[in-house]
């Protein structure tokens, strides 16, 4: 039996959202993840303490080195990951910078500047959106965690950023569990 992969699971589901803007080629998709721990705190992790990932997840995240800024999500801070994604043994080097912060709507935008990614596409942009769950009961609470990448490719024959939707889809289930311990 074939192995389907996160992001088939997600487009079975309807949880993926694939989008092509204009004519110009760049493509968008999206995933959005339910979880039982608060926004604020899987926002702030992400906000002020996103350099911790290398040793929550030191099988995806293997180094992080600050290029410019403190380390903490602020627009202009750059930063410098050595990872693997899921399935892949390969360490790859991506550099981005923080491109906006919206605090009142738990947003945060990253654009990949520098690295392996930029071997295959033009731009690559992540925004992730993080908002309360909207529930009567506090049994019920938490939060929805929204990725949006929105990707040029080089070409046509580069793939879709499949491996990159599976990453942040895991990392975003796991850490909803780890931020409830």
């Known amino acids: ?18 989008v092509l803007i204009g004519m110009s080629q760049i493509v968008g998709a999206q995933v959005e993840t339910e979880l039982k721990c608060s926004a604020d705190k899987f926002y702030n992790l992400f906000r002020h303490d996103m350099m911790h990932l290398t040793t929550i997840f030191p099988q995806f995240y293997k180094s992080v080195k600050i290029v410019k800024g403190d380390g903490k999500s602020s627009v202009g801070n750059i930063r410098e990951w050595r990872y693997v994604t899921p399935g892949s043994s390969k360490v790859t080097m991506a550099k981005e910078i923080v491109k906006s912060v919206d605090e009142d709507n738990r947003s945060i935008t990253f654009s990949v500047v520098g690295g392996d990614l930029l071997t295959q596409y033009k731009s690559f942009d992540v925004t992730m959106t993080v908002t309360p769950k909207d529930v009567d009961s506090i049994e019920e609470s938490g939060s929805k965690v929204k990725w949006w990448i929105q990707y040029e490719k080089r070409t046509e024959d580069v793939p879709s950023p499949d491996a990159y939707i599976d990453l942040v889809a895991h990392v975003t289930k796991e850490l909803g569990h780890y931020l409830l311990q």
């Not at 039996?1 to 694939?18: D, E, H, N, P, Y």
């Open 1 to 18: 039996m074939a192995k389907i992969s996160m992001v088939q699971t997600f487009v079975r589901l309807g949880l993926l959202t694939l």
